[in-house]
């Protein structure tokens, strides 16, 4: 019994249109060139090959420069999601302490002013400023920032458990030593910063 044996299948031979460079079966180069030059168009900004009717569109969504409805500035397309989330001075921002939304341009000095404010700690029997709040906890009650309750919170549980207040931990290890020192750093450049800015 015969087998029959597939016939390889024939090279096809291409062509690079001198329009849109793209490799062409020659036996359509002809009509691809002669359709091709007449309804696309290359754009100059990223090469693509546009139907020349949509070119505009094309230029609109992709290359044309946003105006900011916020700061009112011009800003390059290929710049845009980088200015709308970090660089625009009006984009809002939220405050640390009260978690109110304000604009970047004035979200430093708002901190600066809501972080002064004080909140009662209720195992010290005294005020603390809000900016020293984690340190304090961490340093003196041993607690993390997850964990943290706000003194409200925590004077009703212990009304409701009539449990005894806590004696501070004086006692703290490496992790929050690294933690109070970053955040003497970061309050060193906030600092330097409003300093730099007010002169």
């Not at 690079?16 to 754009?43: M, Y």
């Not at 209720?122 to 997850?146: A, M, S, V």
């Not at 004086?170 to 955040?183: E, P, R």
Request: include cysteine; aromatic fraction near 4%.
């Amino acid at each position: 019994m015969a087998v029959a044996v597939a016939a390889p299948d024939p090279v096809v031979t291409t062509s690079t249109c001198a329009h849109c460079k793209r490799e062409i079966p020659s036996s359509n180069i002809s009509l691809h060139s002669a359709h091709c030059a007449r309804n696309l168009q290359k754009c100059e900004h990223c090469g693509d090959m546009v139907p020349r009717k949509h070119m505009d569109e094309h230029y609109d969504e992709n290359h044309a420069p946003v105006n900011c409805s916020r700061c009112k500035q011009t800003v390059e397309h290929e710049l845009w999601d980088l200015h709308k989330r970090m660089q625009c001075p009006q984009r809002m921002l939220v405050c640390q302490y009260c978690e109110f939304e304000l604009p970047a341009v004035d979200i430093f000095e708002h901190q600066d002013v809501c972080g002064n404010r004080t909140e009662y700690c209720q195992p010290c029997k005294k005020y603390i400023r809000l900016r020293e709040w984690i340190g304090h906890e961490i340093l003196l009650h041993g607690k993390t920032n997850d964990n943290a309750e706000s003194s409200s919170d925590r004077s009703m549980l212990e009304n409701e458990d009539g449990a005894e207040e806590r004696e501070p931990a004086h006692g703290f290890n490496h992790k929050q030593l690294l933690l109070t020192v970053a955040i003497a750093g970061l309050a060193v450049v906030i600092g330097s910063i409003l300093l730099h800015k007010k002169d």
